[in-house]
T-cell receptor, first 114, second 112 residues
């Protein structure tokens, strides 16, 4: 399975500012996924990041709020823009190495907006 | 739209007990189902992956079963330990989509 390095692990941010989360994978993958987990809730997919093309966003998530970069096959960033306390969540990146291998997740970024 | 439900939402058991966590899904056209463990404030650790053609998978004290026709999976934990305390999530990969649909999770506490 792949190993994902995600950072920062946690941050406390002022409302109105932006935070960029990074994920580095130890192997080349076509798609990377970004999830949000609000307090006490399960995971919700934000977007799918493909190398060389625009990310595909799920219903309820927009590029202006969650811009994503995917400069190569091993790296992606998610930015949470113009943050409000409602953005306080755990953000996770994920990759899949094919149907037979399931999905691997990063260690998560715990974001608190004050 | 695929919906995944986990029962119970929370469970507390004494150390040494065997226990079963349940996961149900509404659309049986799945590629596979994956069980994860999540410690508080942390990322997800994959426990077991069951392909749609399989009935069960085992890893150590963990055994996961899949009944695709009835839309159910169970995670069996034998001889539970305090270190098993965590939230357990099931997730299905449905149809040809690549994304996972997650269940609501079961928060497990194993007491001494």
């Amino acid at each position: 399975s792949a190993v994902i390095s995600q950072k920062p692990s946690r941050d406390i941010c002022q409302r109105g500012t932006s935070l960029t989360i990074q994920c580095q994978v130890d192997s080349q993958v076509t798609m990377m996924f970004w999830y949000r987990q609000q307090p006490g809730q399960s995971l919700t997919l934000i977007a799918t990041a493909n190398q060389g093309s625009e990310a595909t966003y799920e219903s309820g998530f927009v590029i202006d709020k969650f811009p994503i970069s995917r400069p190569n096959l091993t790296f992606s960033t998610l930015t949470v823009s113009n943050m409000s306390p409602e953005d306080s969540s755990i953000y996770l990146c994920s990759v899949g190495l094919g149907q037979s291998y399931g999905y691997t997740f990063g260690s998560g970024t715990r974001l608190t907006v004050v | 739209k695929q919906e995944v439900t986990q029962i119970p939402a929370a469970l507390s058991v004494p150390e040494g007990e065997n226990l079963v966590l349940n996961c149900s899904f509404t659309d049986s056209a799945i590629y596979n189902l994956q069980w994860f463990r999540q410690d508080p404030g942390k990322g997800l650790t994959s426990l077991l992956l069951i392909q749609s053609s399989q009935r069960e998978q085992t890893s150590g004290r963990l055994n996961a079963s899949l009944d695709k026709s009835s839309g159910r999976s169970t995670l069996y934990i034998a001889a539970s330990q305090p270190g098993d305390s965590a939230t357990y999530l099931c997730a299905v990969r449905a149809g040809t989509a690549s994304k996972l649909t997650f269940g609501t999770g079961t928060r497990l506490q194993v007491t001494l």
